[in-house]
């Protein structure tokens, strides 16, 4: 699938991931490391960042939410799916698959643009943060989990964190 149809989701990203991610490891500077998902429902239907800092991926459903703006995150995907008649995203196939793709080669894009001085002006090392995507229930679970673990972080990343 074509990452175009994503392409204002993509430009609130550029403009808000940065002070999102800042924002979240200013608040846990002095920890280690810090996991960070960006993570959607079953049918896209909106997303939203969350994050934790005690290492165990597993329970990402019950990490701390970010509070602060997250309509970048939110609308925009909720327009790219509306936008999506093409495609039904309340079952699985091979096209849901696609789109689920497709988003996140634009959040690996977002993710990899994001500056080193985010994460030294927080007392991080960018190995030290973990970033992730999948959904928050659903067809593809394991699957977004999996490719965006591969997609977003390095291999150093990788080895911290045991994946």
């Known amino acids: 699938m074509d990452t175009k149809r994503f392409k204002q989701f993509q430009e609130g990203l550029d403009a808000h991931l940065p002070g999102a991610v800042s924002e979240i490891l200013a608040e846990e500077k002095g920890k280690d490391y810090c996991l960070i998902g960006i993570l959607t429902t079953d049918d ?45 995203l309340c079952t699985a196939s091979p096209e849901k698959w696609a789109f689920a793709e497709a988003f996140l080669k634009v959040l690996e894009e977002s993710i990899k643009a994001l500056p080193d001085e985010i994460f030294e002006k927080n007392g991080f090392n960018r190995e030290d943060v973990l970033f992730f995507s999948t959904m928050s229930d659903g067809d593809y679970v394991e699957e977004m989990m999996n490719a965006s673990l591969g997609m977003f972080n390095s291999e150093e990343t990788l080895e911290i964190f045991d994946f």
Do not use: M, N, R
Request: glycine residues 4%.
């Open 44 to 88: 896209f239907y909106g997303c939203y960042l969350a994050w934790d800092t005690t290492g165990s991926i597993d329970e990402y459903f019950e990490w701390d939410e970010f509070e602060t703006e997250t309509d970048f995150l939110y609308q925009p995907l909720v327009d790219v799916v509306e936008a999506s008649k093409d495609v039904d």
